[in-house]
């Protein structure tokens, strides 16, 4: 079982950035991909970025890739840094982990989901 409580986010204007970070816990939570997903208002959850639980491993979805960077700063603590933010980024983010070794990319592959934090992102 892995527990997780996101934070970070906030409202900004467009070009600028945030630092979302995601602290797990639990028994299996070291060994455990990281993944951040989003879920903007009307629509549904969609991958935004995943982490091998080594840290040696990064997947991205193709509308954030250069802007955005997942990293682990230890066992316990995952990063998402998002830069040159769009509008289109406003959604509310989750990290999340699977019920299984893989590093997932897609919603329903993970199991154990933190509470989300809000980003929103004025033109």
């Known amino acids: 079982q892995v527990r997780l409580v996101d934070s970070g986010g906030g409202l900004v204007q467009a070009g600028r950035s945030l630092r979302l970070a995601c602290a797990t816990s639990g028994p299996h939570s070291s060994t455990s991909a990281t993944g951040w997903l989003r879920q903007a208002p009307g629509k549904g959850r969609e991958f935004v970025a995943a982490l091998y639980w080594s840290g040696t491993i990064t997947y991205y979805a193709d509308s954030v890739k250069g802007r955005f960077t997942i990293s682990r700063d230890n066992a316990h603590l995952v990063y998402l840094q998002m830069n040159m933010l769009k509008p289109e980024d406003t959604a509310t983010y989750y990290c999340?982990?699977?019920?299984?070794?893989?590093?997932?990319?897609?919603?329903?592959?993970?199991?154990?989901w933190g509470q989300g934090t809000q980003v929103t992102v004025s033109s």
């Open positions: 999340a982990a699977p019920d299984s070794k893989d590093t997932p990319q897609t919603p329903r592959e993970y199991h154990y």
